[in-house]
């Protein structure tokens, strides 16, 4: 697919606000937007611990796409527990990652 992943840009025609790193994933939670993309970026356990913080809350985010994010099995339970209080997302994908797996 040509053209595939996109680009980085702020913003995109389907509304979605693009990251380049975890440090703008949390500008933009600030900032109250629905739908996020962050790809190619190192998410550290730190980092997941932050996203759960900002995910608990609730902030009105629909959409959080961490494909192509290095997400390593300690950060992906840290992100699930987040999410276990998170009642706006609809939409996670964290597709073409390491392999995740968390124990529950």
């Not at 693009?18 to 790809?39: D, H, K, M, T």
């Not at 959409?63 to 997302?89: I, K």
């Amino acid at each position: 697919m040509a053209g595939y992943p996109p680009s980085p840009s702020r913003g995109s025609a389907d509304g979605v606000q693009v990251a380049r790193s975890s440090q703008e994933v949390f500008q933009l939670l600030a900032s109250n937007a629905q739908r996020i993309r962050c790809n190619f970026s190192h998410i550290s356990v730190q980092d997941a611990r932050t996203l759960r913080q900002r995910l608990a809350q609730d902030s009105g985010l629909k959409h959080l796409d961490l494909c192509y994010c290095e997400v390593g099995p300690e950060a992906s339970c840290v992100l699930a527990d987040g999410l276990r209080q998170n009642t706006s997302l609809q939409h996670l994908a964290l597709g073409w990652g390491p392999s995740l797996w968390c124990r529950s």
